[in-house]
């Protein structure tokens, strides 16, 4: 079992480009979740998935910011126009179903803003 | 809204004496709490989870859990330099539904 795999590890970008983040959960795992981990704001959610239906964005800043589940395989957070307060370690995780289920965590992938 | 803080902030210990870690929580509903590691640059670790008062041992780590005080602690017996991380305190509602509410972390440094 691979885990949950993230993709790019690293990813630097120009203020004002788009940053595309993918997130390929465990196989079998029906449940999805995004968090964003900064020094400042520590690791707060930002949406929720499952069987890939968005189920809770309530973490998700209104503009800017979108994810996607198109498959059971892969997810994928989208930042169109970043800016330098973008930069964070964005992480991913999957479990087995929704509710109280444990989530396993992905490395993460570390977005800079330049 | 949730809250959920930790302390304290950092903490050092002697390699192989007790180390403690706290946590409050604000939403006296939450049932679901658990205990995650990170290493520098790596992703969570689960350590322990606990839905109901009482204690969870999971190794050398053990949770106790108080939803009448809004604390829940985490205890690892005979720290290790190995176990030097953050640990992060993460805690979940029926009516926050599946997300979970991290504290602020701890940073444990165990010395030789």
């Known amino acids: 079992n691979a885990g949950v795999i993230q993709t790019p590890r690293h990813k630097v970008t120009g203020k004002g480009q788009e940053a595309t983040l993918w997130c390929e959960p465990i196989?079998?795992?029906?449940?999805v979740f995004w968090y964003r981990q900064t020094i400042v704001q520590g690791l707060e959610f930002l949406t929720y998935?499952?069987?890939?239906?968005?189920?809770?964005d309530s973490g998700m800043p209104k503009e800017r910011f979108s994810a996607q589940m198109p498959n059971q395989s892969h997810s994928t957070l989208k930042i169109q126009s970043t800016q330098p307060q973008d930069s964070a370690v964005y992480l991913c995780?999957?479990?087995?179903?929704?509710?109280?289920?444990?989530?396993?965590f992905g490395p993460g992938t570390r977005l800079t803003v330049l | 809204q949730q809250k959920v803080q930790q302390s304290p902030e950092s903490l050092t210990v002697s390699e192989g004496a007790m180390a403690s870690l706290n946590c409050t929580f604000s939403?006296?509903?939450?049932?679901?709490f658990r205990w995650y590691r990170q290493h520098s640059a790596k992703g969570l670790e689960v350590l322990v989870s606990?839905?109901?008062?009482g204690e969870k041992e999971e190794g050398r780590f053990t949770a106790h859990l108080n939803r009448a005080n809004l604390h829940v602690s985490l205890h690892i017996r005979e720290p290790q330099p190995s176990d030097s991380a953050v640990y992060l305190c993460?805690?979940?509602?029926?009516?926050?539904?599946?997300?979970?509410?991290f504290g602020g972390g701890t940073r444990l440094t165990v010395r030789p």
């Open positions: 939403d006296g509903t939450s049932n679901n």
């Open positions: 196989s079998g795992h029906s449940a």
């Open positions: 606990i839905f109901s008062d």
């Open positions: 993460a805690v979940s509602s029926n009516n926050a539904g599946a997300k979970l509410t």
């Open positions: 995780a999957s479990s087995l179903a929704g509710g109280g289920a444990e989530q396993f």
């Open positions: 998935f499952r069987n890939q239906a968005p189920i809770d």
